[in-house]
């Protein structure tokens, strides 16, 4: 049977896909090379949801901008090159959740596997930073903002991107005093 199918030849070109130097960096957390100057873009990812906030390109201060719904990698991948086009991000942080006693959860793994694939698929450095209690910091700050339940919710996540990415820039800072 396999005589009697036809065979084709169509020239084929290799196409380099990814021109991208990869370091197979598996662990995002060394902030020791981050951006000092620029503006840098955060995001609290949930597993329906994702906050996102930015930095003042002096990283004085930070603001959540938005909060997108988490669909498939591409449309998602696609979303967050638009944020780091329109603020001209300088890196992405992406909040590391850490269960209360410092052990890695299921969400962790997936943080580490979303820093993993944007990595080998923006231009920016990518890092990890430690997110525990933001959500219930950002829940208490927009309390006593005097926000509603309904209110709270629609910030709940740009608040908590913005909460990370001040102690990301925070911990910067302290970085290089050292």
Same mark, same amino acid.
């Given at each position: 049977?396999?005589?009697?199918?036809?065979?084709?030849?169509?020239?084929?070109?290799?196409?380099?896909?990814?021109?991208?130097?990869?370091?197979?960096?598996?662990?995002?957390?060394?902030?020791?090379?981050?951006?000092?100057?620029?503006?840098?873009?955060?995001?609290?990812?949930?597993?329906?949801?994702?906050?996102?906030?930015?930095?003042?390109?002096?990283?004085?201060?930070?603001?959540?901008?938005?909060?997108?719904?988490?669909?498939?990698?591409?449309?998602?991948?696609?979303?967050?090159?638009?944020?780091?086009?329109?603020?001209?991000?300088?890196? %992405?942080?992406?909040?590391?959740?850490? /269960?209360?006693?410092?052990? &890695?959860?299921?969400? =962790?793994?997936? @943080?580490?596997? $979303?820093?993993?694939?944007?990595?080998?698929?923006?231009?920016?450095?990518?890092?990890?930073?430690?997110?525990?209690?933001?959500?219930?910091?950002?829940?208490?700050? %927009?309390?006593?903002?005097?926000?509603? /339940?309904?209110?709270?919710? &629609?910030?709940?996540? =740009?608040?908590? @991107?913005?909460? $990370?990415?001040?102690?990301?820039?925070?911990?910067?800072?302290?970085?290089?005093?050292?």
């Amino acid at each position: 049977m396999l005589n009697n199918l036809r065979t084709f030849h169509y020239p084929i070109s290799f196409i380099n896909v990814q021109d991208k130097n990869t370091t197979n960096q598996t662990d995002f957390t060394d902030i020791s090379d981050a951006p000092k100057t620029g503006r840098l873009l955060s995001l609290d990812l949930g597993t329906k949801k994702v906050g996102i906030a930015v930095s003042d390109e002096l990283q004085f201060t930070v603001r959540g901008v938005a909060v997108i719904k988490r669909k498939g990698w591409k449309k998602f991948l696609k979303e967050i090159i638009a944020y780091l086009a329109e603020y001209d991000a300088k890196a %992405l942080v992406i909040g590391l959740p850490y /269960n209360f006693d410092g052990s &890695e959860s299921e969400m =962790s793994q997936e @943080a580490r596997r $979303i820093a993993r694939n944007f990595s080998l698929s923006i231009e920016v450095p990518v890092y990890l930073y430690d997110e525990r209690v933001s959500t219930y910091q950002a829940r208490g700050n %927009l309390w006593k903002l005097g926000l509603n /339940n309904k209110q709270v919710r &629609e910030k709940l996540d =740009s608040e908590a @991107a913005a909460i $990370i990415l001040q102690d990301f820039i925070d911990a910067g800072k302290r970085f290089n005093k050292e």
